[in-house]
C-alpha cells in the first residue's frame, strides 16, 4: 500500500488500482493556489518505485471494464476478441488546515502498530536471510535424501513412473568444504539411523531419461568433502547432490548393517499393481544374484504383496515412460542377467489373471495401466453457445480415437447418435474456439484436438447438430443477414444447401423463410466487410467457396427504382462515416448499414438529400447536421447542396467502387439494429 501524505491549502487525488501483476497508485497534486487542473504533478506509485505520469493515463485510463477489437460481423457467432483493462478506485482527500502538522510529519516507530511492527520486522528478516544465502550460495551444498518411507508416500499418489520426485524429499544444506562423514552424523541425528547403519547410493540419469539408484559410494569417497561429491555425482554448475538412504531392518524393526554388495549383486526395486483398485504402489526393494532366476523370488514378493506364498504372479520391467510407456513381460525362468537387470531397475508384479477375467478390468495388466496414466487428460467441455462455462467434465486418454471421444461426450449427453456432436477445439492464446469445427473422424486421437501450435488445452466445445455430422459436412451452411425493407429488425438465417448450388438456390430457399414487401419482391446477396459493400453475387454463383466467417453476407430486396434504370441514370454506394485525427494524421472510420442509392443526372445533392433522409427516416434536427461528402480512396470532398452530385461518379471504370462513394458524415449515436437468429 502507498502511506497518503496531504496537501497544503490544495487538493490531492489518489488513484489507486491493482491487478494481478502489480499495485499501484496515481497521485495528482493540484499546486496551491492553483484553480485549474493544468498544472498537475501526476506520479504513479508501483511496488518499488515511483514515476511521472502523462495527464491522459493518469485520468482517463482507469476505469477498467473490458475492451473489444471491432466486430466484423454483427449477429453472427465469430465471438470478437476480448481484453480485460483494469478499475481503479478513485478518492479525493482533504485535510484541514489545523490537522496539517499531524499528517505532514516524521513517522518514528511508535506510531506504527505492533502487528504490524512485528510483520515488517519479519518481511525484512527472511529478506536478509534469502539475500545472505544468494550471496553464499557458492560455499553450499544442497544435498536431497530420498527414502523409503518417500518412495512409499509417492509412488500412487504423486507419481507413477520412476521412483520419487526429488523435489519433495528431505533437502540439506551443507557446507561444501564439509566431508560426507560429518554429514552423516546430521542425518543420524535426523533421522535416528547411526552412521554404521547408513549407505548411500548415487542416482544416475539413464539414456532413456529415467533416473535411478545407480550405485552405493565408497568408503574412500565418504571421506571426501560433499562439494567433491557434488561434483562426481553431477556436472552441471550449482547442481544438487541427490542420493537414496539405504537402510536394512531386522526382525525387531531396528536398522542393521547393510549386507555386502558384489558385483554379482542387483539392487532391484519393486512395485505391485491391484488391476480390480486400479493401484499402483511402492513395495520393497531386494537385492538378488545376477545369476539367480525371477522364480527364485516370487514367495518374497508374494509376502511383500500380502498374498499367499504360492500365489501365481506376473512380472514386468518398468523401462522409460517418454515419449512412450515401455513396460515389458520378465521371463520368470531366465536369469536376472539374460533379463539385462542391473542396479536401480523397477520390476511391476500382479496377480496372474485367467483369460476370461481380463474383461472385467479397464486396465487388466500392469502395461495397459501405465498407459492409461501416462495419457490420461481431465477434458473440459464447453457449449459452443456458452463458450466460458465447463458444461462438464471427463477423464479420457489422448490416445482416444475420434470415435472414443464423440461416443463418451453422446453419453454423457444422453444421445443415441454420437454422429450427431460436432467438436471445435481452443485456441490457447484468444481463449476461444477456434473459427472452424473438427471435420467429421478429421483428427486421429484427442491429443491431435487438445493441442494448439506449441500448446496444449484441456478444453474442447461442443454441439449437438440436428443431423448427422457426415451429413452436414456434404452440405455448405451459410449464415445470412437478412436487412427487411421497411423494419430495423435483421433476422440471421442458417441456410444449408449441397455444396453444388448457387447462390440463386440461396435466394430462393430465403423466400420460403422471410416476409417480404410483395409477393414479386426480388432479392439479391451482397457482401459486407466493415461497413461496407464489396460485392453483389451474381445468382449463378457456386457457394462452395462462399466464406461467410470473415464476410457478412447481406440479403434485402431490390427497390423498384433500381430495376428501371434510366440510360443517364447510376447506381451509387453510400455509407456512414466520422473522421478522427491520430498522430496528427485525419482517418475516416465507417460505420452502420452501407446501402446503394439510384441518381440521376443533373440531380442536386439537395434533392439527393430528400431521398436519403426519407429512406433513412431521420428527424429534422439531426439531418441538419448531417455532412455530405464525395468519397475516393479515403479523401472526402464536402459537397453543398446546389453541387450535381453524378457529376463526381463519372468513371465507370474505377478500381474498387467500394473505396468512391457518397459519405454522409455525422455522429454515430443512432441505436443498433437488432439482430435476431433464425434456424
Not at 481463449?431 to 469445427?437: D, G, I
Not at 440461396?506 to 423466400?511: F, S, Y
Request: charged residues 30%.
Amino acid at each position: 500500500m502507498v502511506d497518503i501524505i496531504m496537501h497544503l491549502s490544495g487538493q490531492l487525488f489518489l488513484i489507486n488500482g491493482m491487478d494481478h501483476h502489480t499495485y499501484a497508485s496515481y497521485a495528482l497534486w493540484r499546486l496551491a493556489g492553483d484553480t485549474s487542473f493544468v498544472l498537475l504533478f501526476r506520479y504513479k506509485f508501483d511496488d518499488e518505485r515511483v514515476t511521472k505520469e502523462d495527464m491522459k493515463r493518469a485520468l482517463e485510463e482507469q476505469y477498467g471494464g473490458e475492451e473489444e477489437l471491432p466486430q466484423t460481423n454483427p449477429g453472427f457467432n465469430n465471438t470478437p476478441f476480448k481484453f480485460t483493462k483494469y478499475s481503479n478506485a478513485y478518492m479525493l482527500v482533504y485535510i484541514r488546515e489545523s490537522d496539517k502538522d499531524k499528517i505532514i510529519c516524521n513517522v518514528d516507530e511508535k506510531d506504527i502498530a505492533e502487528h504490524l511492527r512485528e510483520r515488517l520486522k519479519k518481511e525484512q528478516e527472511e529478506k536478509e536471510h534469502k539475500k545472505k544465502e544468494k550471496a553464499e550460495a557458492h560455499l553450499y551444498t544442497i544435498i536431497k535424501v530420498a527414502r523409503d518411507d518417500d518412495l512409499a508416500g509417492q509412488i500412487g499418489k504423486d507419481i507413477y513412473f520412476d521412483l520419487v520426485d526429488h523435489d519433495k524429499v528431505r533437502s540439506f544444506r551443507i557446507q561444501k568444504q564439509i566431508t560426507f562423514n560429518v554429514f552423516k552424523e546430521e542425518i543420524a541425528k535426523e533421522f535416528g539411523i547411526p552412521v554404521q547403519f547408513q549407505r548411500f547410493w548415487l542416482w544416475a540419469k539413464r539414456q532413456n531419461h529415467t533416473y535411478r539408484p545407480n550405485r552405493p559410494l565408497t568408503p574412500l569417497e565418504e571421506t571426501q568433502s560433499v562439494g567433491t561429491l557434488r561434483e562426481v555425482s553431477n556436472k552441471v554448475h550449482n547442481a544438487e547432490l541427490r542420493l537414496f538412504l539405504e537402510v536394512e531392518l531386522g526382525l525387531d524393526l531396528r536398522p542393521i548393517a547393510p549386507p555386502d554388495k558384489t558385483k554379482e549383486d542387483i539392487l532391484l526395486f519393486f512395485k505391485h499393481y491391484n488391476p480390480e483398485k486400479e493401484e499402483l504402489r511402492f513395495v520393497g526393494r531386494l537385492f538378488v544374484k545376477s545369476t539367480g532366476k525371477p522364480i527364485e523370488i516370487l514367495s518374497k514378493l508374494n509376502k511383500m504383496a500380502g498374498y499367499a506364498p504360492d500365489e501365481e504372479i506376473n512380472l514386468y520391467e518398468e523401462i522409460k515412460f517418454e515419449p512412450s510407456v515401455m513396460c515389458e513381460p520378465i521371463d520368470k525362468k531366465i536369469t536376472f542377467r539374460a533379463s539385462q537387470l542391473e542396479d536401480g531397475d523397477i520390476v511391476c508384479f500382479q496377480k496372474s489373471l485367467p483369460v476370461e477375467s481380463t474383461e472385467q478390468f479397464r486396465y487388466p495388466d500392469v502395461p495397459s495401466f501405465l498407459e492409461y496414466v501416462h495419457n490420461r487428460q481431465i477434458v473440459h467441455f464447453r457449449s459452443l453457445e456458452k463458450p466460458k462455462e465447463d458444461d462438464f467434465c471427463l477423464e479420457m486418454s489422448r490416445l482416444y480415437t475420434y470415435d472414443d471421444v464423440v461416443e463418451r461426450v453422446a453419453h454423457q449427453l444422453g444421445l443415441n447418435d454420437p454422429s450427431k456432436i460436432r467438436l471445435t477445439s481452443h485456441n490457447c492464446y484468444s481463449q476461444q474456439p477456434k473459427p472452424q469445427p473438427i471435420k467429421y473422424r478429421g483428427v486421429d486421437h484427442l491429443s491431435d484436438m487438445l493441442v494448439h501450435y506449441n500448446q496444449t488445452s484441456d478444453i474442447l466445445y461442443y454441439e449437438v447438430l440436428d443431423i448427422p455430422l457426415p451429413e452436414l459436412q456434404g452440405l455448405k451452411t451459410l449464415k445470412v443477414a437478412f436487412h427487411h425493407a421497411t423494419k430495423d429488425e435483421v433476422v440471421i438465417h442458417t441456410i444449408r444447401l449441397p455444396k453444388q448450388s448457387t447462390v440463386g438456390d440461396v435466394i430462393n430457399d430465403l423466400k420460403t423463410k422471410v416476409e417480404l414487401s410483395h409477393p414479386d419482391a426480388e432479392l439479391r446477396l451482397l457482401e459486407v466487410f466493415y461497413h461496407k459493400i464489396y460485392k453483389i453475387f451474381p445468382p449463378s454463383e457456386k457457394i462452395e467457396n462462399i466464406n461467410d466467417q470473415y464476410w457478412t453476407l447481406r440479403a434485402e430486396e431490390i427497390p423498384e427504382e433500381e430495376k428501371n434504370l434510366g440510360p443517364n441514370d447510376r447506381l451509387i454506394h453510400v455509407y456512414h462515416f466520422t473522421k478522427e485525427t491520430a498522430q496528427n494524421q485525419m482517418q475516416i472510420l465507417n460505420f452502420g448499414e452501407p446501402f446503394f442509392l439510384v441518381i440521376h443526372e443533373g440531380e442536386t445533392l439537395a434533392e439527393i438529400k430528400v431521398r436519403i433522409q426519407k429512406k433513412l427516416q431521420v428527424p429534422d434536427e439531426d439531418f441538419a447536421k448531417w455532412k455530405f461528402a464525395f468519397l475516393s480512396l479515403g479523401r472526402p470532398e464536402y459537397l453543398q447542396d446546389s453541387d450535381i452530385v453524378s457529376s463526381r461518379f463519372q468513371r465507370r471504370d474505377v478500381y474498387g467502387a467500394w473505396e468512391q462513394y457518397l459519405g454522409l458524415e455525422h455522429s454515430d449515436n443512432a441505436p443498433k439494429r437488432a439482430y435476431a437468429a433464425n434456424q
